[in-house]
Each structure stands twice: as C-alpha cells, then as structure tokens.
C-alpha cells in the first residue's frame, strides 16, 4: 500500500508542478504533495530496512499521510487550496485509501520487536 500510496502524492505533486497536466498548476499543494509522497517513501524504505519496525512506520506515515490529507480538504472548504473536481475526488479517494491502510497494518501487524 505504500508503495502506491507515495506514487499516488508524487503524481499529484507532478501535476501540481504543472509538469504533467496544464491547467492544475499549484505551488502549496505541489510541496504538501511531495512531502507527503516523500514520508510515505521513507517509511516504505524503513519497512525494508527494519523489518521489526513495519507496524510502526506503516502506521506513523499514513497517518502523517492522513493528517496532511485532512489539511488539504480544510484548504478546499475555507477557499485557500485549489477547488477543482480532480482535486476533490483525489482527495476523497486517498483518504479511503489511508484509512485502509492503516486498518491493514492494524490488522496484519506483528508487534514491534527490540533488534
């Protein structure tokens, strides 16, 4: 799921930079996207890395994830992010798509082990 998840902020980031899809140009979403897609890649590599300490990073990144994905749709409501139909699906399917992950860590989880 990190895998996809950090793919799906970086896409975003890409078409916020203008760099994909004209017309969807935004500066604030395009860093909030990247550092989010960002954190989701350090936790993805942390999984690898440190495989005792998956639960953890896959839950801490995705609710990182989440908590900026939140943000964003606070952006939207009071009128500061951009307001365009992709924009709101997106974000509407990647909080599905968070929650879900968490709950699969949640489910799937081992506890933490000291190495």
């Not at 440190?50 to 990182?64: D, G, K, L, N």
């Not at 952006?75 to 699906?89: A, E, L, Q, W």
Request: charged share 15%; net charge neutral.
């Amino acid at each position: 799921m990190l895998v996809v998840e950090a793919a799906s902020f970086l896409l975003a980031a890409a078409i916020h930079a203008g760099a994909l899809v004209d017309g969807y140009r935004h500066g604030e979403a395009m860093v909030a996207e990247t550092v989010i897609g960002s954190v989701l890649l350090v936790g993805l590599v942390t999984t690898r890395v440190r495989p005792r300490w998956t639960f953890s990073a896959a839950v801490i990144v995705q609710a990182f994830a989440l908590l900026g994905t939140l943000v964003g749709i606070w952006t939207m409501i009071v009128g500061v992010g951009p307001r365009t139909v992709p924009d709101v699906v997106y974000h509407a399917a990647i909080v599905l798509v968070l929650v879900a992950g968490i709950g699969l860590a949640w489910r799937t989880r081992e506890p933490d082990r000291p190495e």
